[in-house]
Nanobody, 123 residues
């Protein structure tokens, strides 16, 4: 599967953005999908994930209550709605996919990656 992320940009603290990750291929519904982010000088960290069936989602503690992940299998797209953004959310955001039913926290467990999209939150 090939992934392409979009939707990043510059936003003021407290604002919102919605990231999208469009996938190619007819088996999109069989992939678990996640968003990672990487800030300068930091390791890549898991932000959120959604399972194959979409029934299970996971979030980093730092984004719980502010970010929402969803998927539209008809459009082969996964979304990350980000509300009440904070300067510490500034990072490059990446979408990734796995054929496993599990959602992993390590980026090493995801073989498919999109290019990043930059989110900058100014105070």
């Amino acid at each position: 599967v090939q992934l392409q992320a979009s939707g990043g940009g510059l936003v003021l603290a407290g604002g919102s953005l919605r990231l999208s990750c469009a996938a190619s291929g007819r088996t999109f519904s069989s992939y678990g999908l996640v968003w990672f982010r990487q800030a300068p000088g930091n390791n890549r960290e898991l932000v959120s994930g959604i399972s194959v069936g979409g029934r299970r989602t996971i979030y980093a503690d730092s984004v719980k209550g502010r970010f929402t992940i969803s998927r539209d299998n008809a459009k082969n797209t996964v979304y990350l709605q980000m509300n009440n953004l904070k300067p510490e959310d500034t990072a490059i955001y990446y979408c990734a996919a796995t054929e496993s039913y599990r959602l992993f926290t390590s980026d090493k467990d995801y073989p498919y990656w999109g290019q990043g999209t930059l989110v900058t939150v100014s105070s």
